[in-house]
């Protein structure tokens, strides 16, 4: 990922810190009530404003794995959803939560452990991490997900996900699909996703990687 800038912003029960080659700029942490994050205040945010529930909360509303948050106690310990899901943003990226292993995944990034934004538009300078690429480039793609995949009753546990030099997004642990409308569309636990932008059957690959000439570095 080159040279990861991260900014921690110190309260007295609580530091918040952010990824800012991670974050995409999607507002739930500046549009959110209160007053632990606000546009144009330097520092914008100030942990003291909030109660350490408000932090919690509003920290993990962070749907890159930007943000992540450390408490002087050693309270309010961040755990995986129980059940591993990926949505399937309308014209943008993967949004990935729960029990992430994903490989490569720099160390000063704790939030990544749980909650990531992946490309799939072919076109991030952060791959595997969505930068907001699809917008400039035009990426089209509504999110429906038309295959079932194959459900075994299991849906949690940890979640391994391997983006391929030049290929897909290896993802082998239960996970559920969503597509962009919200509907739970595909269970299973190995699946091969799109990270190129030219599959004919988003958000899985059907292998158009390798006809397009995809490069991941």
């Keep these: 990922m080159g040279d990861d800038k991260v900014i921690k912003y110190s309260g007295d029960r609580a530091t918040v810190a952010w990824h800012g080659r991670l974050c995409i700029h999607m507002g739930e942490c500046g549009r959110a009530q209160g007053d632990l ?30 943000l992540s948050v450390e408490f002087a106690d050693g309270s309010h310990v961040e755990q995986a959803d129980v059940i591993n ?9 993967l949004f990935v939560r729960g029990n992430l292993d994903i490989d490569g995944a720099p160390a000063n990034a704790p939030g990544l452990k749980y909650r990531a934004a992946l490309c799939r538009c072919g076109e ?11 917008e400039k480039h035009g990426f089209r793609d509504y ?27 290896m993802l082998q642990g239960n996970v559920t699909i969503s597509s962009s409308s ?7 636990s190995k699946v091969a996703l799109c990270r190129c932008g030219a599959s004919n ?9 390798k006809k397009v000439g995809f490069v991941s570095d």
């Design 182 to 188: 919200g509907r739970a569309t595909w269970q299973g």
């Design 85 to 93: 899901t990926v949505h399937v943003a309308y014209n943008g990226p």
């Design 124 to 134: 991030s300078g952060n791959k595997p991490y969505c930068d907001n690429s699809h």
């Design 143 to 169: 999110g429906a997900v038309g295959e079932t995949g194959r459900a075994d009753g299991e849906r949690g546990g940890p979640l391994q996900v391997r983006p391929v030099r030049d290929g897909p997004l």
């Design 201 to 209: 059957n988003k958000p899985f690959c059907d292998g158009q990687h």
């Design 37 to 66: 994050f606000v546009g144009g205040r330097k520092p914008w945010c100030q942990p003291d404003k909030a109660t350490d529930d408000e932090v919690d909360d509003v920290v993990l509303r962070c749907p890159t794995g930007a």
